[in-house]
C-alpha cells in the first residue's frame, strides 16, 4: 500500500472512496462525506490536500491536511470542526505516519493530527517519533442503560432536578405552555439557521463577532451541511418555545450510533430567572431516550459545571504529532518544555 495526495479541491471525485472508508471505521457524523465537504466549500483556502493510503480500491487512511508553518502540516481544523480531519479503519492508532511525511509536498518535516478523539482512534504511546498532548475534557451520555430516562434523570444530581422542577412549576403557573420542536427536513434547514442566528446574535457573540448569521460564512457551513445530512434524515435542529417564544435551540447531526450537539444558543434575557438550554435539554433527552434510536448524546465542547451535572461520562481528546527524525522531535519536546 502506498501514499495518494491530490488537492482537497477535488474532493468530490473522491467522495466515493471516503464514504466507503467512513462506512467501514469510525462512522462519526463529524467525519461524514457531508460535513467534509461543507467545511472545505466554505472554510477551505486551496492550499488544502487529501490524503489516502491504499492499494487500488482497497483504502485504510484518509484525511484532509493543510501546511501551516515551513514544512509542518496538520489536519484541516476549522473551528466548526469538533475533530481533526482524519479517518481510518479501525480504532487503533495510526501506525503509517512516517510514510506520510515522506509523501507530502515539500520538506515535510512534522504532521500534526488535532483534536483527535480516542474513542475514534486510540492514543498512542509516545515514540521516538510521536508526541501526544491532552486538548481538552469532553462529555457524553449513554442511552443504552436499564431504567430508560427516569433511570438516567434520577441518578442526576438533585438541585439540578429540583431546580428546573421548580422553573417548570412557575411557568405553568404563569400559564406559560412549553413547547419542544424537532425539524428534520431539507427545506427546513435555512430557516432554522437563521433563528438560530437571531437568537445567538442577541446576546454576548454579537458583541465579539462569533455569531451565527445567516449571512456569514458560519450560517453558510452550517445551513449546507446540515440540509445534506437532512437528506438522508440524519440533521435534526431543536427549537424550544416558551408561549410564543423562541428561547433556546440546538443544531445537530446523527451518525454511528450517536447525536451530536453542535451549537446551543438561548434567548439570555431569560436567565435571570430561567435556564432555557437546560430546560430544553431535559425535554430533549426525554425525547432521544423514549426513541431508542441512538446510543449516546456527543457534546465535543470543552468540559462546563453544567456538563457535569449532566453526566460523569468524560473522556480527553489530544493532539498527535509525528516527526521525521527523532531529533526534530526531541527538540520540540525541550522547546514545549521552556
Known amino acids: ?5 491530490v488537492p482537497a479541491a477535488g474532493f468530490a471525485a473522491h467522495a466515493g472512496r471516503w464514504r466507503t472508508l467512513h462506512a467501514n471505521g ?11 465537504e461543507a467545511l472545505l466549500a466554505v472554510f477551505g483556502t486551496g492550499k488544502e490536500v487529501l490524503v489516502w493510503h491504499g492499494s ?12 501551516s508553518r515551513f514544512g509542518i502540516w496538520n489536519t484541516f481544523q476549522p473551528a466548526q470542526a469538533p475533530v481533526g480531519l482524519w479517518l481510518q479503519r479501525g480504532g487503533q492508532a495510526p501506525a503509517t505516519l512516517q510514510s506520510l511525511l515522506l509523501a507530502l509536498p515539500g520538506p515535510a518535516l512534522a504532521l500534526g493530527l488535532t483534536q483527535c478523539d480516542p474513542m475514534l482512534m486510540a492514543r498512542p504511546a509516545d515514540g521516538a517519533t510521536l508526541r501526544t498532548l491532552d486538548y481538552i475534557q469532553t462529555a457524553r451520555v449513554s442511552m443504552h442503560g436499564p431504567g430508560g430516562f427516569e433511570a438516567y434523570w434520577q441518578a442526576r444530581g438533585k438541585n439540578l432536578r429540583n431546580n428546573l422542577k421548580k422553573q417548570r412549576n412557575r411557568l405553568r403557573q404563569d400559564g406559560v405552555e412549553t413547547r419542544l420542536e424537532i425539524c428534520r427536513a431539507p427545506h427546513e434547514m435555512a430557516q432554522a439557521v437563521a433563528d438560530y442566528g437571531r437568537l445567538e446574535g442577541s446576546g454576548w457573540k454579537a458583541t465579539g463577532g462569533t455569531a451565527v448569521d445567516a449571512a456569514n460564512d458560519q450560517g453558510r457551513f452550517y445551513e449546507t ?8 434524515g440524519a440533521a435534526s435542529v431543536y427549537r424550544y418555545w416558551l408561549g410564543g417564544r423562541l428561547a433556546a435551540m440546538d443544531l445537530c447531526v446523527e451518525g454511528g450510533g450517536c447525536i451530536v450537539v453542535l451549537k446551543t444558543a438561548y434567548d439570555e434575557s431569560l436567565a435571570h430567572q430561567l435556564s432555557p438550554a ?3 435539554r431535559e425535554e430533549a433527552c426525554r425525547s432521544l431516550f423514549e426513541d431508542g434510536r441512538l446510543e ?3 457534546f465535543y465542547g470543552r468540559v462546563m459545571e453544567w456538563h457535569l451535572r449532566w453526566t460523569d461520562e468524560v473522556r480527553t481528546m489530544y493532539h498527535l504529532n509525528a516527526y521525521r ?5 526531541a527538540l520540540h519536546a525541550l522547546a514545549a518544555r521552556k
Not at 57 to 67: F, G, K, S, V, Y
Not at 225 to 232: E, P, T
Open 325 to 329: 527524525w527523532p531529533g526534530l522531535a
Open 56 to 67: 487500488g480500491e482497497d483504502t485504510d487512511t484518509m484525511a484532509i491536511l493543510t501546511p
Open 278 to 280: 437546560l430546560l430544553m
Open 26 to 36: 469510525a462512522a462519526s457524523p463529524l467525519l461524514a462525506v457531508e460535513f467534509v
Open 1 to 5: 500500500m502506498s501514499w495518494s495526495v
Open 296 to 298: 449516546r448524546i456527543e
Open 225 to 232: 451541511m446540515l440540509a445534506a445530512f437532512a437528506r438522508r
